[in-house]
Every structure is written in structure tokens, then in C-alpha cells.
């Protein structure tokens, strides 16, 4: 639970609470650590925070009178049972959560994602109002089929019927144009 500030790997329990520096076993870099008693104790699933009952007890950042229980990963801030936030492995605080989210530096954390298919379908389907369009509009529609086939799709699990729609209109509409070309070019040649 307790790293090492360098090479961030864990620390011993007989490092911790220790009267004097002590060298990491990893990286051999001088360490000191002070933790409350909290942090080795577990809660059971859905319990509130507990009041401090102790002047040696650990308070919650946010709450104070909530016995802290563990900290937080990112910023390690002390943190009682209602603002703890197990994500990953990690127990976040909601501000370090917040902030995770906005500035998408949590990695496993989305909360958007880009439709592709909605796009590729909409490029093939729209420009049929203005029927000369299609001739760009075709190709573009097959191209971010083709590319984005295995990108993740929404949030909420879609299946793959907007890339294949896109792919066959998109196809019709090129036939369509090579016919016209075609066309043209046999009236012009006779």
C-alpha cells in the first residue's frame, strides 16, 4: 500500500512508522514513512464512515470527524469510507477522480467516445439531398468503415449494422457513378 517516492515500489511494514531513515529495497533511496493505523485496517463492503473515537486517530480530509480509513493514491490525502473511490486498484479521492476525468490523465476512464459508425452512415446518407456530393461523400463513408471497423463503440455496446449500412450505400452510390461515367463516355465516343 505504502511506495517508495522514486522507484514506486512497495515498502516493507518495517520501514513504516520507523524512527529513522531506512533504504528502499529496490532503488536504495533513503525513506521515511508515517502512516495512521487506519490505513492497515478494512472495512466491509458499504459501511459509512466511522466518528473518531481517539485523538490518534486519522480524520478524513473532507470530513473530519470521519475516521480516515485510507489514502488517497494520486494526492494522499487521508480519506474516510464515503469519499474513498476504488477505481483500477487505486483509491481516489473525488477531487483527484474530477480532476482525472477532465484532464484525461486516467487512463481506463471514459466518458465519451466517438461514434464512428453514426458518422460513416451519416456521410453516406445525408449527401444523397445533393446527389453531385456523393461522389466525395462515397469514398470518405467507405474509408472511416474500412478504418475505424474495430475502433470501441459507444459506452453502451452497439453493434456493427450502421458501419455495414454506410458500407452499402456508400457502395451503391459509387456504382451509381461509375454507371453515369460510364454512360457518358459511350454517348460521348459514338
Known sequence: MVSCTKCHSSVSKQLINSTALAACPS????????VYPALYRSLPEGQSGETLHMDKEAGCFY????????????????????????????????????????????KNLENHRTCYDSIALLVATVPMLIYWLTIFTAPLAIFLTVRYWRAPSSIIPRTRVRFVLAMAIAGLQIIGWILIFSNLITRTGS
Do not use: M, Q, W, Y
Request: proline share 6%; hydrophobic share 35%; net charge positive.
Open 63 to 106: 470530513h473530519p470527524r470521519k475516521k480516515a480509513v485510507i489514502p488517497c493514491s494520486a494526492c494522499g490525502r487521508f480519506l474516510c469510507a464515503l469519499c474513498d473511490v476504488a477505481f483500477n486498484g487505486d483509491h481516489l479521492c473525488p477531487v483527484c477522480l474530477e480532476k482525472g476525468k477532465t484532464k484525461k490523465k486516467i
Open 27 to 34: 532503488c536504495k533511496a533513503l525513506l521515511r514513512a508515517d
